[in-house]
């Protein structure tokens, strides 16, 4: 069992920045993939980014690449979302997720937080 705390959100203007942390109980954090995924008012839930369990492999969505960063540090049980050059449109509510069912990148995650709120005016 495994339960992902979120925090770092907050309200930003348009070209600032936030670094979310996630923080993950259970001595098997390390084994697992781990992403970052975001809802917007309306909208689905969609894939910010992933990690695998060795921080090798990153993967991450379109809309955010070469502004986000993903990290994690498996010994402090915590996985990390540094986020430059925000905009409006990455205003959501950003949750952590973890894949128990693969050390790769996130494909079907089976652990969820409770997701952090980002807002960034214009």
């Known amino acids: 069992q495994v339960q992902l705390v979120e925090s770092g959100g907050g309200l930003v203007q348009a070209g600032g920045s936030l670094r979310l942390s996630c923080a993950a109980s259970g001595r098997t954090f390390s084994w697992y993939a781990m992403g970052w995924f975001r809802q917007a008012p309306g909208k689905e839930r969609e894939f910010v980014a992933t990690i695998s369990w060795d921080s090798v492999n990153t993967y991450y969505a379109d809309s955010v690449k070469g502004r986000f960063t993903i990290s994690r540090d498996n010994a402090k049980n915590t996985v990390y979302l540094q986020m430059n050059s925000l905009k409006p449109e990455d205003t959501a509510l950003y949750y952590c997720?973890?894949?128990?069912?693969?050390?790769?990148?996130?494909?079907?995650?089976?652990?969820w937080g409770q997701g952090t709120q980002v807002t960034v005016s214009s």
């Open positions: 997720a973890a894949d128990s069912h693969t050390r790769g990148i996130v494909t079907t995650p089976d652990y």
